[in-house]
């Protein structure tokens, strides 16, 4: 059968509905918290020199960055097609550039020829370095694109909020440029001290916040959902964490060559305004809130919240179906899903929530729902008396329902 009609006869098969393969992808500069149902005997499959699997992507067509060992197709996800006896796997990325809207809709397609967005679980046990994501004209410097964010802290993966479950967003107001290109400029004199000028708030499970390019932050150590624009571009600003030293690479890899060595480049990259905003917690603290009143929805078997809705290039929701329930879900654009909880049916597909999962084996937990079938509504069954099904579910730019 031609590659072509295979990504029409998955589609056709899920009814609009496609299962994705879990895709795994490890840090070298990170020690894995193990929140991400991982077997204990995987996390460093496939290599001490590549470091711990810590991060599990979502309805990924855009590779990982991770270095020369990066394998072939790190960070995209592959569709499960069922080929007769046998399951066959097919790059998510291909589906979209041969499908188009026919599975992620005109109005992204026509503006984006790709699905530009994906997300992931990243899971450490230990803080991250104090980072920044370039806007779209800096990562242009390097050919790439730039990279908003959003936090989400799932309460199924955060039975334990790790080392450190507080984040570091931005930089203290009152700080000056001269302090912060100094602390660069100590950056391979071991610890160079960076967030001595910068707040933590502490992490809490069921919340998230909202991470624009051009702002610098330093997550927390708890399992965490993050949409995102489709981007791997980063930088580390931060020399020392937890003891562990930060290669020097890692500050230079988001500057073209010939600004290698250049300071001013780095603080550039910096949007100074929205860093030393000292209302960070109003402006990106995101509280879940609900699509519609409560009341309505649990007389119909359902519970729906936003849970990342600052960005307008991405947003995320999190459906609970109640016990037993049956209901019939509508929205206005594609999106991928990961299961949380629970088990049922979802359309012609079983969904369940695996408590382990080994390096290759494929799940029923992770979805990608075409436009049209979202559209249409997607009808879900609670076989439970007594699990709740809950699923995050993340979408593109320009949400037409998100209106908050």
Known sequence: MEKANLFQQALDQGKGIVRLAPNWVPRSF?????????HPDDYYVLGGVRGGIDERWFSSATPAKNGPLTGE?????????KNGDKEELLLL???VDELKGALIGDRIWNEYQSWPMYSKFFDNMGPLPHHIHHNDEKAALIGQKGKPEAY????QVN????????TFFGIAPGTTKEQIKECLQNFSKGDNKITNYSQAFRLEPGTGWDVPPGMLHAPGSMCTYEPQKASDVFAMYQSLVNEAIIPEELLWQGVPEKDKGNFDALMDIIDWDLNV????LETRFMAPKPVKAVAEMEAEGYRENWVCYRSD???????TVLPGATVTIKDSAAYGLIMMQGHGTMGVWDIETPAL???????NDEFFVSETAAKEGVKIVNRSSTDPIVMLKHFGPGNPDLSL
Request: glycine letters at 10%; aromatic letters at 16%.
């Open 30 to 38: 990170c020690v894995p918290g193990r929140r991400i149902k991982l």
């Open 357 to 363: 999962i080994r390096y290759g084996q494929l799940t």
């Open 313 to 319: 290039a991405f947003s995320a929701k999190e459906l």
């Open 277 to 280: 905003d000292p209302n960070i």
């Open 159 to 166: 039975n334990h909020g790790g080392d450190f479950p507080y």
């Open 73 to 81: 197709h790190e960070g995209l996800s592959f569709i499960v097609f």
């Open 93 to 95: 990325k291909d589906a």
């Open 152 to 155: 989400y802290f799932p309460p």
